[in-house]
């Protein structure tokens, strides 16, 4: 069945684009794009449809508020760049690379239209906060970030139920915007596009993903490795208490991290295909980097600036979720009344206004929304938004280094937390608890907290998650914290291991 149909023509034809052009000089970015209807195309089947063979992919999809479906999914593939950053501020880079464009805004498209995308891992903080140690056991043997460029896009709107594909016309300098050479490069934007409207009017067979239709599944997180071991992480526990008392720090954000060597047949797309059903979260994405996968849920902003606005999310106070739903409000109820879950919710706030504020102009920091509720699978969180208008003398990457990394997965003060946290943890974090995010053309940026995050290579799936310590935390509590906040990454693991199994009965 065609799942693809009424293709329109391009958004400008050749003659408008020549007059668009001379008629733009301070642009030399211009989006160019066909529109589908697409009512029976979701964004998995189109991903696997388009990026079949290739290298460097991603997915992102939001469901807000874990509950409601943001507007739009886009699918990116054939970057015209991937880079690999170690050693230096990946910001650099990307500022380098993306101030070479000034771009047209079209009022059809969504604000992000391609640019850079990627992560960057946790121990990018030596290059914002020079006095944080970062060992040299690097286990998982990852870059320090990796980011794709982008000029094409494929972007799902879920309102209208159409696709929109799209590339860009990059004109750099002056002799490219003869009538001859913007003649060739529009030609060669409208074939990108064709070839990608191809590839989705392409079957693909995508047999029907065996989800259980009740989220609350277990997930075996005792079944997997631990990098700590109970005992080592109650010990990370013991001994943040001892600096709490001794007035080094407030709180302290400890990790640890599972691994679980993956059947021959699962793939790492089979396992986000039943983790965005699980736990479907405000930032979910796939990322294909080559010889590993980037999996996630995130529930939280890490920081977003549009139009000079900065964002942040804060989130801290987690329970499990109830299996009634009387229990689960008697649970939101304790959770909110809550005396340590408070205070600790309190003071991240109040780290995210300070970090926002030492960006922001004066006056202008304020918390949009204070200790509310946001239901997933397995937990619920007390989440509170804070935001300030981007200070004249700021710029986007500013507000990304002052906010980086989150309280949420640090601690408070941040810095000596953070190196009470490298001494004891001992090992690089990776992607985890770092940043997932892009950097648009139209200059938004957007990032995520890196939690309920999974890394697959060498199939094997490693999943990570830390918790909050007070003065008057529980050793065993905060372990089983840890393992709650990874239940849904075992759970998308475990799905995906079933559904391989069952794929495999029914071949044979």
């Known amino acids: 069945m065609q799942t693809i149909s009424m293709i329109s023509g391009p958004s400008v034809l050749l003659d408008g684009f020549q007059t668009l052009?001379?008629?733009?000089?301070?642009?030399?970015?211009?989006?160019?794009?066909?529109?589908?209807?697409?009512?029976?195309?979701?964004?998995?089947?189109?991903?696997?449809?388009?990026?079949?063979?290739?290298?460097?992919?991603?997915?992102?999809?939001?469901?807000?508020?874990?509950?409601r479906q943001a507007r739009y999914s886009y699918i990116g593939i054939q970057p015209y760049d991937?880079?690999?950053?170690?050693?230096?501020?990946?910001?650099?880079?990307?500022?380098?690379?993306?101030?070479?464009?000034?771009?047209l805004s079209t009022p059809e498209l969504p604000a992000f239209t391609g640019g850079a995308v990627g992560y960057i891992s946790y121990d990018c903080v030596k290059y914002?906060?020079?006095?944080?140690?970062?060992?040299?056991?690097?286990?998982l043997q990852l870059p320090e970030s990796m980011m794709m460029f982008c000029r094409s896009l494929v972007v799902f709107d879920h309102v209208r139920h159409s696709i929109t594909v799209l590339s860009h016309v990059f004109l750099p300098q002056e002799q490219d915007r003869t009538p001859e050479n913007v003649t060739k490069h529009y030609n060669c934007a409208i074939s990108t596009i064709d070839a990608l409207l191809q590839r989705l009017t392409t079957p693909v067979t995508v047999i029907p993903?065996?989800?259980?239709?009740?989220?609350?599944?277990?997930g075996s997180v005792v079944e997997m490795t631990s990098n700590t071991g109970k005992s080592g992480y109650e010990g990370f526990v013991t001994s943040l208490k001892d600096h709490i008392r001794q007035?080094?720090?407030?709180?302290?954000?400890?990790s640890q991290r599972l691994s679980r060597p993956l059947n021959g047949n699962v793939g790492a797309f089979d396992i986000y295909r039943q983790l965005r059903v699980l736990n479907p979260s405000p930032y979910m994405f796939f990322f294909q980097f080559g010889a590993f996968q980037v999996v996630g849920a995130s529930p939280e902003q890490l920081v977003k600036v549009d139009n000079r606005r900065i964002t942040t999310h804060p989130i801290a106070g987690?329970?499990?979720?109830?299996?009634?739903?009387?229990?689960?409000?008697?649970?939101?109820?304790?959770?909110?009344?809550?005396?340590?879950?408070?205070?600790?919710?309190?003071?991240?706030?109040?780290?995210?206004?300070?970090?926002?504020?030492?960006?922001?102009?004066?006056?202008?920091?304020?918390?949009?929304?204070?200790?509310?509720?946001?239901?997933?699978?397995?937990?619920?969180?007390?989440?509170?938004?804070?935001?300030?208008?981007?200070?004249?003398?700021?710029?986007?990457?500013?507000?990304?280094?002052?906010?980086f990394p989150a309280g949420t997965v640090s601690g408070a003060p941040k810095v000596r937390a953070m190196q009470l946290i490298s001494?004891?943890?001992?090992?690089?974090?990776?992607?985890?608890?770092?940043?997932?995010?892009?950097?648009?053309?139209?200059?938004?940026?957007?990032?995520?907290?890196?939690?309920?995050?999974?890394?697959i290579k060498d199939q094997v799936a490693y999943l990570q998650a830390g918790a909050g310590i007070v003065?008057?935390?529980?050793?065993?509590?905060?372990?089983?914290?840890?393992?709650?906040?990874?239940?849904?990454?075992?759970?998308?693991?475990?799905?995906?291991?079933?559904?391989?199994?069952?794929?495999?009965?029914?071949?044979?």
């Not at 733009?24 to 089947?45: G, H, M, W």
């Not at 991937?82 to 771009?103: C, W």
């Not at 943890?425 to 648009?440: L, P």
Request: glycine share 6%; aromatic share 8%.
């Open 318 to 403: 987690t329970r499990k979720r109830g299996r009634t739903q009387q229990e689960d409000l008697e649970l939101e109820k304790e959770l909110l009344a809550n005396e340590k879950e408070r205070a600790e919710h309190i003071m991240l706030v109040d780290l995210g206004r300070n970090d926002v504020g030492r960006v922001a102009a004066p006056g202008t920091v304020k918390v949009d929304s204070f200790m509310h509720i946001e239901r997933y699978s397995h937990v619920m969180h007390i989440v509170s938004h804070v935001s300030g208008q981007l200070a004249e003398n700021k710029t986007i990457y500013d507000a990304f280094r002052s906010v």
């Open 247 to 254: 007035g080094n720090i407030i709180q302290a954000v400890p």
């Open 128 to 139: 914002y906060e020079t006095s944080v140690p970062v060992s040299d056991n690097n286990p």
């Open 471 to 508: 003065y008057d935390s529980v050793e065993k509590d905060e372990y089983e914290e840890t393992l709650s906040k990874m239940r849904a990454l075992a759970s998308a693991v475990e799905k995906a291991e079933e559904f391989a199994i069952n794929v495999t009965k029914q071949s044979s």
């Open 209 to 218: 993903s065996i989800v259980a239709t009740n989220a609350q599944t277990k």
């Open 82 to 103: 991937v880079i690999t950053i170690d050693g230096r501020d990946p910001l650099l880079d990307v500022e380098k690379e993306l101030q070479k464009y000034h771009y």
């Open 423 to 455: 001494e004891l943890e001992n090992s690089r974090r990776g992607v985890y608890a770092g940043a997932v995010g892009y950097v648009s053309f139209t200059g938004i940026l957007d990032f995520a907290i890196a939690i309920r995050t999974m890394l």
């Open 21 to 67: 052009v001379v008629e733009n000089k301070q642009f030399n970015c211009f989006p160019i794009y066909k529109r589908v209807t697409a009512d029976l195309e979701t964004p998995v089947s189109a991903y696997l449809k388009l990026t079949s063979g290739e290298n460097n992919a991603f997915l992102l999809e939001s469901v807000e508020g874990g509950e």
